[in-house]
Each structure stands twice: as C-alpha cells, then as structure tokens.
C-alpha cells in the first residue's frame, strides 16, 4: 500500500493538459529538495511544484487521516456506519465556516471549521452524558441530533445572509473540494495527520480491547471512559483539521475500513494503517478523477466520493451479509 501511494502520488501530478511525463514530477521534486537539477521550463515547474503537488498531496493526508478516524470510531461505538460525521463534526465544521464565508473572512475558514468541529463534539459528549452516559448507542443517537441541529443553523445562515457571490463557494466548501489546496494546506492536514494520527495508529491494542465490549475492556485495565472520551477528542480534532482544508467529504471514513477489514480482518493494529494508506490512496484518485473527468470544468470532489462510495458500500454490505 506504500508503494501503491507513491506510485498514485506520481501519476496522479503527470495527468492533465500539460504533458508531463513521471520523470520530470521525480526530478522536479528533487530539485526543489536541492538534490538535483529540472530541465522542466518555469510554467510547468510551477505546475508541477506549486498546483498539483500539494493539492496532491493534501489528498493524500485528507484521505488518510478520514479513513484513519473511521476505523477508529467504529471500533469505539461498536457501529459499523460510524465514520468521523458521526458525532456531528462535519455539521459543527460546516457551521464555521459558512459563517466565515457569508461574512466574507475566508481567511478565518480553517479556524472557524476547527472551532465549529470542536464545539459540536462538546456538545455531542455533553447530551451523551446528560442522557444516560457515553455508551456507545447514545453517543450515536446524540451525535444524529446534534449533526441534525448544526444542519439546520447552516441552512438558515445561507438562506439569511449569503449573497449570490458567495453561493457558489460556500457550496463548492459543502460538498468538499481540495481546489485550493496549496503548500499551506499540506502542512496543515499533513501536521494534524502527524501530531493527532499518529498517536490514534498506536491505539489498536485498546480499540481490539473495546471490541468485545465495555466490560471486556475494563477487565483488560482499560480505562474505558476516560480513553473513548480521549480518542473522540483525538478524531474531531484531526476530522476538524482536515474539513479545514477540504471541506466536508463523506464516505471515505465509512468505506474504507470495511474494505480493508474484510481483506486482512478485524485486528487494529493491521488495520488502521492499511486504512489510511488505502484512503490516502482513495482520495487521490478521486480527487484526479474530479478535476480531469469533465475538464476544464471540475466537480466537486465529495460528490464523485459520493458515487463511488454508495455503491461500494452497498456491495460490502452484501458481501458480508453472504458471508455471515
């Protein structure tokens, strides 16, 4: 799969009108890293290094780091439809940033979508509690009614204050786009995926621990409040960072998982890298797939995320219906 990811990285930059060949994305890489000369001319350097390098590789991360937080929610609600929207992330994003925009702050968008994530999962956390504890049933139930009311405060910012101006971007943001993704946007995705991922890949002992249930958990020393309330602080803020830069793109988080899940099976220590990198390699593809498909116009890529994922998962679920 690591190989697989270079490899799609590589391609991924040669596809489009400017006729580049692998070779020269390689070279070109390596020159500006100072360890070798490009004979590519200033237009298509600049192509390659400022353009479809970093909205390649902010692809990369954003797809990594929503796989990575899919299998790490479903492992910790027990549901198999969990995925980093569950709790009402993308909603709490979406609140942010459509504020932001309609008030014409698009530089403030990352930190408003950050806030926005965070202030869902707090109130996700804190109905949970109020309803009974954060069992798994109701932090579901209570992630569905807070996603439902943070829909419902975008809808009505957008129809109070956005102009015909910003439409068309605040609904490019809704449906997910990694158009404007620049040198900026890897570091923020990439240093999300390295502070906050990494330590969620080392969580799957615990996560092979929280399958068999609470008190199985419990009775192997896990701390089962305190670590599910800290790994779901651990995925809004890395979910909060990629919507960020991104914007809200569903199913990679949900499809995933399953699918690596029913190649290697269920233990987490495979499965949470080989999601990422599967979902890192997932969303390039998609991603190239959004900007080439109808070229010169370009889809918004949550919607071909969309496609794809609805009737992969259907296939999964008929596949594992077969096979139980």
């Known amino acids: 799969m690591a190989v697989a990811l270079a490899v799609s990285i590589v391609a991924a930059v040669t596809i489009g009108p400017a006729g580049l060949a692998p070779v020269d994305v390689?070279?070109?890489?390596?020159?500006?890293?100072?360890?070798?000369?490009?004979?590519?001319?200033?237009?298509?350097?600049?192509?390659?290094?400022?353009?479809?390098?970093?909205?390649?590789?902010?692809?990369?991360?954003?797809?990594?780091?929503?796989?990575?937080?899919?299998?790490?929610?479903?492992?910790?609600?027990?549901?198999?439809?969990?995925?980093?929207?569950?709790?009402?992330?993308?909603?709490?994003?979406?609140?942010?940033?459509?504020?932001?925009?309609?008030?014409?702050?698009?530089?403030?968008?990352?930190?408003?979508?950050?806030?926005?994530?965070?202030?869902?999962?707090a109130a996700t956390l804190g109905l949970a509690r109020a309803a009974g504890g954060l069992s798994p049933t109701t932090t579901v139930l209570a992630g569905?009614?807070?996603?439902?009311?943070?829909?419902?405060?975008?809808?009505?910012?957008?129809?109070?204050?956005?102009?015909?101006?910003?439409?068309?971007?605040i609904l490019n943001w809704l449906l997910g786009s990694l158009a404007g993704a620049d040198w900026w946007s890897v570091a923020l995705a990439g240093g999300a995926l390295a502070v906050v991922g990494v330590p969620l890949l080392c969580s799957g002992r615990t996560l092979d621990a929280f399958t068999f249930g609470d008190s199985a958990a419990a009775a192997l020393g896990v701390h089962v409040a305190r670590t599910r309330v800290l790994?779901?602080?651990?995925?809004?803020?890395?979910?909060?960072?990629?919507?960020?830069?991104?914007?809200?793109?569903?199913?990679?988080?949900?499809?995933?998982?399953?699918?690596?899940?029913?190649?290697?099976?269920?233990?987490?220590?495979?499965?949470?890298?080989?999601?990422?990198?599967?979902?890192?390699?997932?969303l390039v593809w998609v991603d190239t797939g959004a900007r080439t498909i109808f070229d010169p116009r370009e889809l918004p890529v949550g919607i071909l995320t969309a496609l794809v994922g609805g009737p992969v998962f259907a296939a999964l679920l008929i596949r594992s219906r077969r096979s139980a």
């Open 144 to 169: 569905l009614a807070v996603s439902a009311a943070f829909g419902a405060v975008t809808s009505l910012i957008i129809f109070w204050s956005a102009t015909t101006d910003s439409y068309r971007e």
């Open 231 to 282: 790994l779901l602080i651990a995925t809004a803020l890395l979910t909060g960072a990629l919507v960020a830069v991104s914007g809200a793109i569903g199913f990679v988080g949900l499809i995933l998982p399953h699918a690596v899940r029913l190649a290697i099976g269920p233990g987490h220590r495979a499965l949470l890298p080989l999601s990422a990198l599967a979902g890192a390699v997932f």
């Open 26 to 121: 390689i070279r070109t890489v390596a020159a500006h890293l100072g360890l070798g000369t490009s004979d590519l001319t200033h237009l298509q350097d600049a192509i390659v290094w400022e353009l479809r390098m970093p909205r390649v590789l902010a692809a990369a991360a954003v797809g990594a780091g929503l796989a990575l937080c899919g299998a790490v929610m479903q492992a910790l609600t027990r549901n198999p439809l969990a995925d980093p929207y569950l709790l009402g992330l993308s909603s709490g994003a979406s609140v942010g940033a459509v504020l932001v925009l309609v008030l014409g702050l698009g530089l403030m968008l990352p930190l408003a979508a950050f806030i926005g994530a965070l202030a869902a999962l």
